[in-house]
């Protein structure tokens, strides 16, 4: 009984208290001190156990939240389902419109280019038919007195028969799809007169800015003086021999100023075939001149963009 409470006693003792006893007792016994206990790798552990940090979860709710931004509501909106998709976008009306929403801008921003690059020269447009396009460009042209950085001011030089399309007599034409279909015929396109294009126009950019030009194109860029500089072109004369009598001699006569832009708004007409109306005219136009352009992409539906960087009696700026 005795045995057992020394063991358990001495069991229950820490080591190092256990070895202080051993040794009192082996001193008065006049025997040799006991072996001091071997500390085991893990004694470390007998130590007082450090404080505690603070939980992470204590230092999180003390942090603010972060603001809301337009990201917090674009991926709410994401959640939730409710970013549109583009059948709710594009409605009825918008289908019906976005051709000509696709003219304006190219157009609008057409203008503001050469006022950006500092092109020299007027606007000129082959082919007006209901105005809309020449209101576009007027319209582009009102901060030309602020943004402009050459002067004198751009004029809106306007060329049409408004008589409708003419007779139709070159072979390419006669060939070409639109002609065969009877979607382009003689007196077709025909809309406003003169006067009518002129109020329309005149409303947005002073009379002293604006030029028309009546009668076939042929005949009328004849009238151009030899100082004509020219920045940017609009044509819409659709067949290839009046795509041809407009800008042959722009380019005989160095009109067309280096940095040019030249919009081509029949471009993808007759199957978009090379071999008809504006892409025809275009090659020859390329081939005969030497002309060296960047092609800016097409727009709206049948339309086209280049931008003039030389070509055969290119005259310098002045």
Known sequence: MTKSLKVAIAEGLPPQTLFKLRSIKRALMGQPPPERPQVAASAPAAEPEPTPAPAPVAETATELPEPRTRQTEALER???????????????D???????????RTLTLSVMYIN???????????GTM????????????????????????RKLRLFDSFEGLPEITAQVDLESQHVKSGTWSKGGCRILSAAELRTMVEA????????????????????LPDDTRLALIHFDGDLY???????????ERG???????ICFDDWNCNEADPEAGERKAW?????????VASHSGDYSIQGTKFIIHSYRGMKPRS
């Not at 021999?241 to 380019?251: G, H, I, K, R």
């Not at 009109?255 to 832009?261: L, M, N, R, T």
């Open 283 to 291: 090659a020859d136009l390329v081939s005969r001149f030497n002309i």
């Open 204 to 223: 947005i950019i002073p009379p002293s800015r604006v030029q028309i030009y009546e009668g076939w194109f042929a005949d009328t860029v004849k009238l």
């Open 94 to 104: 918008d289908v019906l419109i976005l051709p000509a929403k696709e003219i304006a």
């Open 116 to 126: 950006s690059a500092d092109v020299k020269g007027d606007i000129a447009e082959f």
């Open 78 to 92: 994401l959640d939730a389902h409710k970013i549109s998709a583009p059948y709710l976008f594009f409605d009825v």
């Open 241 to 251: 021999s009046s795509t041809m009598d407009a800008l042959v001699p722009c380019f």
């Open 255 to 261: 009109f067309i100023s280096k940095g040019a832009v």
């Open 130 to 153: 209901g105005g809309f396009t020449a209101r576009t460009l007027a319209n582009a042209m009102v901060f030309d007195p602020r943004y402009q950085p050459n002067q004198p001011l």
